[in-house]
Nanobody
Framework: QVQLVESGGGSVEAGGSLRISCEAS????????MAWFRQAPGKEREGIAAIYISGGSSYYADSVKGRFTISRDNAKNTVYLQMTSLKPEDSGVYVC????????????????????WGKGTLVTISS
């Protein structure tokens, strides 16, 4: 099985930047993609970025496109999310996921292709 541990969350002022990480461990066979989701109080979970481990193809939600960049370091079994031009509405618990295919739905990444989930790291953007 796969374990995912996020790190790097914190409090940042609007307009700032933050990079969060997700380190995977365990049996990675069957894992072809990793993704980031976020959830804010009173809001639905939103799939914001995903990446294929092998080829590196990436996908983004409309809400973060142009501001966030997902990347991976396969040697470290780690995926990163570089967040820039942060807005208060970016606040929430950011959760790492790993799975098979990257499924999409209008405007965002779907959770349907994800099989393992981390506990999340809190990101707070203040104005």
């Amino acid at each position: 099985q796969v374990q995912l541990v996020e790190s790097g969350g914190g409090s940042v002022e609007a307009g700032g930047s933050l990079r969060i990480s997700c380190e995977a461990s365990g049996d990675m066979s069957g894992i072809y993609s990793m993704a980031w989701f976020r959830q804010a109080p009173g809001k639905e979970r939103e799939g914001i970025a995903a990446i294929y481990i092998s080829g590196g193809s990436s996908y983004y939600a409309d809400s973060v496109k142009g501001r966030f960049t997902i990347s991976r370091d396969n040697a470290k079994n780690t995926v990163y999310l570089q967040m820039t031009s942060l807005k208060p509405e970016d606040s929430g618990v950011y959760v790492c996921a790993a799975g098979s295919t990257v499924a999409t739905m209008p405007g965002q990444i779907s959770a349907l292709g994800m099989h393992y989930w981390g506990k999340g790291t809190l990101v707070t953007i203040s104005s």
